[in-house]
């Protein structure tokens, strides 16, 4: 799992700029129903939930005690279980402000590259100490990845259902 991550990166930020590059700046930030962030807003989200991912690889780590592929298959079990209703804590919220796409996309292609990078450098199988996620404790490097992946992966669809609601 640990040589796939780097693959599986790859492939959820081409989904990711490909699905956002089908907007037209109008749709990017149109509230395609009451209740729902703009796909703008989605995009400034994973801007915003993505950012620390090469913090996380380039902090010290902590010798990991268990498997470092553990909790892989929970959080994707979570995130692509598309029936969940999840809210974003208030630090990734994104503003109501209109989104420059263009700037989103460079923001995210940009904001992948050092992950990628790292994910061929670093020792994933370290356990990243200094933030605990709600009901699943402290993540590895890799499940941090994987994390990412899922989160992302779960916004793609969301943008998904967006755009064919707008169109």
């Not at 929970?74 to 919220?93: C, E, G, H, S």
Request: proline share 6%; charged share 20%.
């Amino acid at each position: 799992m640990i040589t796939t991550i780097t693959t599986a990166l790859e492939n959820t930020r081409q989904d990711l700029l490909h699905t956002i590059s089908g907007f037209t700046q109008e749709q990017f930030n149109s509230i395609p129903f009451k209740n729902s962030w703009t796909a703008g807003q989605v995009a400034e989200h994973i801007v915003k939930f993505s950012s620390g991912g090469a913090e996380i690889l380039e902090a010290p780590g902590t010798d990991t005690q268990r498997n470092p592929e553990e909790k892989v298959e929970p959080l994707r079990d979570l995130f692509l279980n598309f029936d969940i209703k999840m809210t974003a804590p208030d630090f990734i919220q994104p503003s109501s402000t209109p989104k420059d796409k263009g700037a989103i996309l460079r923001s995210l292609e940009n904001g992948f590259d050092p992950m990628i990078s790292l994910s061929k450098t670093t020792d994933l199988t370290l356990t990243y100490p200094d933030f605990e996620l709600p009901q699943y404790g402290t993540l590895t490097r890799l499940e941090w990845l994987y994390f990412i992946c899922f989160h992302t992966q779960r916004h793609i669809h969301q943008m998904k259902n967006i755009r064919e609601y707008l169109n």
